[in-house]
């Protein structure tokens, strides 16, 4: 799987952290095509570089029963070849250009990224458009059982072989009904990936990969007027499409029973995590779970890392953190044992802080040093070109508002500690979660990992 880069620091100087009253914003220019792509262009003329985003609104839970990893499968096959691009030219000219191209996919999109020199813009839309107009004309047997062999490869070298790499499959199958978009983790199962045919795979792609369900973003050594222009001519020609229709999930009602899951593992030591559902991202929830993550889990100056690994040194590490998608989303806390210790333990003093932070709210010191812990890593973060391309994006189709970014930053500030008490006390109860705990011993075999509801 190709992934984002990983995010870096020093924006400081870029956005003015330190003046308030000149609140960090995300300069762009946007226009839109009759075929229905949005486009963004953000002008940074400190390097002669371009970034190219194109954000397809099309992830894992809008595949259907016995087919899916269809989303996971199309990152690879963007990178295959289409009409006019033979398998492998692209790498080759962006390479040759200064550049790279990289994407991923979750449970809610599948985003592509090309990046080269700024005079490489006009060929860089060209490649994206044969592959946004023509990747399914080269689409044969060979080349989906080439890339089917691919993933299936990746799910074993990611999940199946890797240290406690089967515990996203079991929490998701286990913290959502199997009717639900998020019961299916992005890879997809086994069967389904062996069952595809072609005529799928295409009719998957006509579906989705269409111009009205994209945004694309431009950003760099770039003019507005010449990315639109260019745009243009090589975008404006794909016809607009039906919009999808997607698969339609109603919101699982609230867990009433803890759903507490064993399994082993070939690792030195137990693990031991705890899920539960929460809502969805951008949501005004939001904040005050992150904050009460961060107050949880998230450091070395967090409760339970103190109390765990400082204090008690019965746990290796300890992280948690709270992920809001489109639909819904998850909080997760997730401690490894030291060797010798019983998980039963970290279990009931995980549960003994989560029910601490649930009766009394935490301090104003406390929550302060959080929000501001959590306003400088999102800022250092974006100085990236590319990173601030990848969230106009996101503001654009999970948040509704391109302009979200100085308000994203304001509802973080706003937080109070009453906040913090109230949705801890809200979602985090323990009849409302799931725990793993995964001990040393053997790995399931397939049919344990694929379940007995998906025979």
Do not use: C
């Amino acid at each position: 799987m190709r992934w984002m880069l990983p995010l870096a620091v020093g924006l400081a100087a870029l956005f003015g952290r330190s003046a308030r009253a000149d609140e960090p914003k995300i300069d762009y220019t946007k226009f839109e095509l009759a075929n229905g792509l949005k486009v963004y262009v953000i002008e940074d003329h400190k390097a002669p570089l371009v970034y190219e985003v194109m954000w397809m609104k099309v992830g894992s839970k809008d595949e259907v029963t016995s087919r899916t990893g269809f989303a996971h499968l199309f990152e690879h096959l963007m990178f295959k070849g289409s009409a006019h691009l033979p398998d492998g030219l692209m790498d080759k000219l962006l390479e040759g250009a200064g550049g790279w191209s990289n994407a991923f996919t979750s449970s809610d999109q599948t985003v592509y990224q090309n990046v080269a020199g700024s005079n490489f813009l006009e060929q860089m839309l060209w490649i994206e458009a044969d592959r946004l107009a023509g990747l399914t004309d080269t689409l044969d047997t060979k080349k989906l059982d080439n890339q089917r062999d691919v993933v299936l490869n990746e799910r074993r070298q990611s999940y199946e072989n890797q240290p406690y790499g089967l515990a996203n499959l079991m929490l998701s199958a286990a913290l959502w009904p199997k009717e639900f978009g998020y019961h299916w983790d992005t890879i997809g199962y086994v069967s389904d990936l062996q069952a595809a045919t072609v005529p799928d795979v295409k009719a998957f792609f006509a579906k989705y990969y269409i111009p009205n369900n994209a945004t694309m973003v431009i950003a760099g050594d770039v003019k507005p007027e010449e990315v639109k222009r260019l745009v243009e001519k090589y975008f404006a020609w794909i016809p607009k499409a039906p919009v999808p229709a997607r698969p339609q999930y109603k919101l699982p009602a609230p867990l009433t029973a803890e759903v507490a899951l064993e399994s082993t593992d070939d690792v030195q030591t137990p693990r031991v995590y705890l899920q539960w559902r929460a809502p969805a991202g951008f949501s005004a929830e939001e904040p005050a779970l992150d904050m009460a993550a961060a107050i949880l889990g998230d450091g070395k100056s967090s409760r339970l890392y103190k109390r765990l690994v400082f204090d008690e040194k019965i746990a290796q590490n300890v992280r948690a953190g709270f992920g809001g998608q489109e639909l819904a989303g998850s909080f997760e806390i997730v401690v490894t044992a030291k060797p010798g210790t019983d998980p039963k333990k970290l279990l009931a003093e995980v549960s003994e802080e989560v029910a601490k932070l649930s009766a009394t709210p935490p301090s104003a010191e406390e929550l302060e040093r959080a929000v501001n812990s959590h306003e400088s890593s999102f800022l250092d973060g974006l100085e990236p070109v590319l990173q601030r391309a990848i969230l106009l994006a996101n503001y654009d189709v999970m948040a509704h508002d391109p302009a979200y970014f100085p308000k994203d930053i304001a509802r973080y500030r706003a937080v109070n500690v009453d906040q913090v008490k109230a949705v801890t006390a809200k979602y985090l109860k323990p009849a409302a979660r799931v725990t793993l705990t995964i001990r040393p011993g053997k790995k399931p075999t397939q049919d344990q990992l694929q379940g007995k509801d998906h025979k």
